[in-house]
Every structure is written in C-alpha cells, then in structure tokens.
C-alpha cells in the first residue's frame, strides 16, 4: 500500500489582517480579488477565505482572509513572488497596515515569529527582548560544556577550527531544541510580538527575571570554574 507523501498532509495556511480606513471597503474587494487571481496561477493553492469584516471604534474596517496551499514550500514560494509583492506595494493606498500568521509553513523560529525580509518584521518580540532570552539560554550551555569537557579532556588535542565546530553543532542543537523552547514558553508573557501592547510594569518584570537570572548564572559559574591565571 502506498502512502501519500507527507508533505501533502500538512497544508499550509496564511492568515492575514487589513486594516482599512472607512467608505474603501469597495476598493479593498477588488484588491483581495486580484489577490486570489494571482495566488490561484501559482502551484499548490487551493482556496482562499473572506471573512466577514469588522468595524472597529476607531474609523477603520478590519478584513481578514485565510488562504491555503498544498504545501509549506508552495506557500512561501506565492509569499516571496515579485506579482504579490506588487500588488501588496499596490495596496498601499487603500489599507493602513497589515499583519499576518502562517502555519505550517516553515517560517516558525524560537519566538513563533516569521523571519525573513522586511514584510516580516515587527511580527516577533523587539530585538533586545530577543537578544536577551538568547543570552539567557546559550550562557549556561556554553559555560557548561566548556566545564564538562575541560574536566574529562574531550577534545584537547583536537584543532581549533575541528574544535569550535563540533562544538558549535552540540551547542546548536541543544540551545534550538531543548533550551529556547523552554525559555520561551516560560516567558511568554513578556516575549510578546512588538505589536501587542504590553505594560510597563510587565516589562520591568520580565527584564528583572531575566537579568536576575543572568546574575545567579554569573556567581555560580564564577564559583565553579577554574580561575584564568594567564
């Protein structure tokens, strides 16, 4: 028995937001329509969803439409196409801003945020939020690792290029899979997209948490390691 392939099984879907000034409701339909035209000349698109819109206090309409491929890399690939980036830079003049969700599309990092070109900026926590949560994870397993191997004298006689990159891989690899999707889950409150408000006082807590923890980090392995006496 043959099973279809897997990457048929994972269909990929965009969700996206329009805001739109009132009284350009009409123009914003035509626009999605050229939209759906384009997406349906491209390889793995199935069909595209109008949700009805939402007025909101402010004098904006909010639209929202889902649109669905076949594949991750069939998705990316209408993302990234030259017509659909001109007829976004078309919309200009009819919608403030827009913002966007994929899943399953491949664009998932650390922070559940798309990473790429400018389109996809301000979709993830602000950069030293970002900076920060890494340094959190990476110091300890860097620190670490250096410890375990100095003590068992794994690698000593290795090169410096043979080294740094087996080490880099064991580092990689741990930091990715295990200790950022901790960190994020445990700092999701504060690992907000920049977008989202977000209090002050959250804010102060979470960078508080963050920096604090960085300090113990810091004393310990101090504590711990060997003094440096060249």
């Known amino acids: 028995m043959k099973h279809p392939s897997?990457?048929?099984?994972f269909y990929s879907s965009l969700v996206t937001e329009h805001i739109v000034p009132e009284g350009k409701d009409a123009e914003?339909?035509?626009?999605?329509?050229?939209?759906?035209?384009?997406?349906k000349q491209c390889q793995g698109f199935l069909c595209c969803d109008l949700c009805p819109p939402l007025v909101c206090k402010d004098p904006v309409v909010k639209w929202y439409y889902i649109i669905h491929f076949d594949s991750p890399n069939h998705l990316n690939k209408w993302m990234e196409s030259s017509?659909?980036?001109?007829?976004l830079k078309s919309g200009?003049?009819?919608?403030y801003a827009y913002r966007f969700k994929s899943f399953t599309t491949g664009l998932e990092g650390w922070f559940s945020m798309q990473s790429g070109n400018a389109e996809y900026?301000?979709?993830g926590p602000s950069r030293w939020k970002q900076i920060l949560?890494?340094?959190?994870g990476l110091y300890p397993i860097v620190m670490l690792q250096s410890l375990i191997f100095s003590r068992l004298g794994i690698m000593q006689s290795w090169s410096l290029a043979n080294s740094m990159i087996v080490n880099n891989l064991i580092t990689s690899t741990i930091l990715s899979l295990v200790v950022m999707p901790f960190i994020s889950k445990r700092l999701r409150f504060w690992l907000k997209p920049a977008y989202l408000p977000i209090s002050l006082k959250t804010n102060i807590f979470g960078s508080a948490v963050v920096i604090t923890l960085m300090g113990i980090m810091l004393i310990l392995f101090g504590?711990?390691?060997p003094v440096n006496t060249n």
């Open 92 to 95: 200009q003049d009819i919608f």
């Open 133 to 136: 949560a890494v340094v959190l």
């Open 83 to 87: 017509d659909r980036l001109k007829l």
């Open 121 to 123: 900026a301000g979709l």
């Open 6 to 9: 897997l990457e048929k099984l």
């Open 223 to 225: 504590i711990i390691s």
């Open 28 to 39: 914003f339909k035509h626009w999605y329509q050229l939209l759906v035209e384009d997406a």
